[in-house]
Structure formats: structure tokens, C-alpha cells
């Protein structure tokens, strides 16, 4: 399918946030292109790819971690990758960027997929498509987020736990 190999690095974000490792990313990968195979023919075009493609993959996630039980450890951040690959950061913002990492894998799943969406500099209405939620909770969730990662890495950044 030419679409999902446009949007494969979508794909691949979705699989990297729920996944630690290889296999299971690999594995995440397969059913959400299942999912969005089986899910295709009921696209409408009413709203862009991407977003519909993002609610699949975003749904697929989270009910698949479900459903095997494959839920990352929410307090382990060994497993996390300690930068993008293809970028360098000098000292501190590395350390910054790290004890990001580490916050971002102890939120929810929820959590994880709005992090992601906003990283992506989509539009709350987007957001609103893709997972479902109105625009005003969607505010008020973005919030208390950026507020909980906020604390999450003062407290990594002192030792403070």
C-alpha cells in the first residue's frame, strides 16, 4: 500500500513509543498496517490521511499493549533510547534531552500519544480527530501534561524521586 509506505515514519513513531524493543516494534508494526489494511476501505476522506492513519496506529497501540500485556515498565528508563539517531546534542541539552526520554515513558499510554501529536506540531483540531477527545480537554490535558513533565525532570534533574 503507497500510502502506508509514505507515512511509514509515522508508523515507526507510534511503534517506538509503546515499544522497547525490536521485536515487539516490529511486531506493533505488522498488526497496525493489518489494522489499517482492514480499516481502509471505510476511509471516507473526511478527514486528512495522516490523521486517520494516526488514530489507527494510535488505537492499535494502545489495545494491542492491552491485550498482550506488554506494558513497558513505567519506572525502568534503561531501555530508553538516550537520543534521536541521526542528531547530537553537546552536554547539558543531552542530559535534558535524556531525563525527557525518561518523563515521557512514565506517562500513560493516553499520555504518550498527545506528547507525540504535539511534538508533531499537529492542530488541536487534528488532535480532536485522532484521539477522540474535544478540543477543550484536549487543552486542559496538554496542560497538565506539560506540567507533570515539567516536575518529572526537576525532580530527575536534582535526584529528587
Not at 507510534?14 to 481502509?40: G, H, M, N, P
Not at 499520555?111 to 507525540?116: N, P, T
Amino acid at each position: 500500500m503507497k500510502l502506508v509506505q509514505e507515512h511509514r515514519f509515522l508508523l515507526y513513531k507510534v511503534c517506538r513509543l509503546y515499544c522497547f524493543t525490536e521485536a515487539d516494534r516490529q511486531d506493533l508494526f505488522q498488526e497496525i498496517v493489518i489494522q489499517l489494511w482492514k480499516s481502509y476501505p471505510g476511509f471516507r476522506g473526511d478527514s486528512k490521511f495522516s490523521t486517520w492513519l494516526y488514530r489507527i496506529a494510535l488505537n492499535t497501540a494502545i489495545s494491542d499493549l492491552r491485550k498482550q500485556g506488554r506494558r513497558p515498565s513505567t519506572t525502568s528508563t534503561s531501555e530508553i533510547p538516550p537520543s534521536l539517531p541521526d542528531m547530537t546534542w553537546p552536554g547539558e541539552e543531552e542530559q535534558q534531552l535524556q531525563q525527557l526520554y525518561a518523563a515521557i515513558a512514565r506517562l500513560s499510554d493516553v499520555e504518550k500519544a498527545l506528547v507525540m501529536l504535539y511534538l508533531e506540531d499537529k492542530p488541536y483540531e487534528e488532535m480532536e480527530e485522532i484521539m477522540g477527545i474535544n478540543q477543550n480537554n484536549l487543552r486542559v490535558k496538554m496542560n497538565r501534561i506539560r506540567e507533570k513533565l515539567r516536575k518529572m525532570t526537576k525532580e530527575a534533574a536534582y535526584g529528587i524521586r
